[in-house]
């Protein structure tokens, strides 16, 4: 059974820093691409940033690229998001994805009817 269970949210003022992590367990992690997605209240989850199995190629959406930053440990089953220079509309919940093919990289490989996902981390931030 596939978890992925995030942790580092919270509540921070304009312009700092937080860094998400998320453990993932019940497969093999360094064979699946690993992603951030994020939800406000009345829109749909919208893509953040992918990263592929290995850590070779990353994927950004538009409004964080140069801020946000995904990277991996597959040693520790793990990934995470850097975000810098945080913005009040970044307030949402964050969800950690997993695609169900293996060794597909980019956002094309999540489909959100059949992704794994984590219960998902507030992040606020005050202006």
């Known amino acids: 059974q596939v978890q992925l269970v995030e942790s580092g949210g919270g509540l921070v ?50 409004f964080v690229k140069g801020r946000f930053t995904i990277s991996r440990d597959n040693a520790k089953n793990t990934v995470y998001l850097q975000m ?6 970044d307030t949402a919940v964050y969800y950690c994805a997993s695609p169900q093919r293996p060794y597909c990289s980019g956002y094309g490989c999540y489909d959100p009817t059949r992704n794994y996902w984590g219960q998902g981390t507030q992040v606020t931030v005050s202006s």
């Not at 992590?21 to 406000?40: E, H, L």
């Not at 810098?84 to 509309?89: A, F, R, T, Y």
């Open 13 to 62: 003022q304009a312009g700092g820093s937080l860094r998400l992590s998320c453990a993932a367990s019940g497969r093999t992690f360094s064979s699946y691409s690993m992603g951030w997605f994020r939800q406000t209240p009345g829109k749909e989850r919208e893509f953040v940033a992918t990263i592929s199995w290995s850590g070779g190629s990353t994927s950004y959406a538009d």
């Open 84 to 89: 810098n220079s945080l913005k009040p509309e």
